[in-house]
């Protein structure tokens, strides 16, 4: 029987004889992928399966309500590191929607020129409605010093 390359970890192995399409190695990790591909297609593709789960996990969540609170209550560090996470997905989500904003169109007769610049301006790619002399700067600790006065006394919301 031919040696197989795992599609995984990238060794060679002996395939089964029971199964010889096998293309995922016998190692624990190797398998553990392979379900977890298979359960996410089951879930994309049949839709009796999919709404099982989650009415699995909807009676699991039901038997124990506490759980996460829990959770979080022995593993503070994972309750934090959660939270910075929901903050960096909320960050993106609002500049997400500032750079796919296309309401300012009168801001297009003006002769200006916008500059974005921060950690973030990688993802403002599409924002192309106007052209300002406007700097708009994220300070990387916070709102310190200049640009906390200056939120203080002209508050804008993004």
């Known amino acids: 029987m031919p040696e197989c390359r795992c599609r995984h970890c990238q060794q060679v192995f002996l395939p ?4 010889p399409n096998q293309s995922v190695c016998s190692q624990p990790e190797c398998q553990r992928r392979r379900k977890g591909e298979y359960h996410r297609n089951k ?11 989650r009415n699995s ?3 699991w969540r039901a038997q ?5 609170r829990q959770y979080r ?16 997905r909320d960050r993106q989500r609002r500049l997400e929607n500032l750079a796919k904003n296309n309401l300012a169109v009168d801001l297009k007769s003006m002769a200006c020129e916008v500059w974005f610049v921060g950690p973030t301006v990688v993802d403002l790619a599409k924002n192309n409605l106007a052209s300002t002399k406007v700097f708009i700067c994220q300070t990387l600790d916070g709102q310190t010093g200049l640009a906390a006065g200056l939120a203080k006394n002209n508050p804008i919301e993004v």
């Not at 089964?16 to 199964?19: G, T």
């Not at 209550?73 to 960096?88: D, G, H, I, V």
């Open 57 to 59: 996990q909807s009676k």
């Open 16 to 19: 089964s004889i029971y199964h």
């Open 43 to 53: 879930i994309g593709q049949d839709a009796a399966y999919a709404e099982t789960v």
């Open 73 to 88: 209550k022995r593993r503070p560090e994972a309750a934090s590191r959660n939270r910075e996470q929901q903050r960096r």
């Open 64 to 68: 124990h309500p506490d759980y996460w």
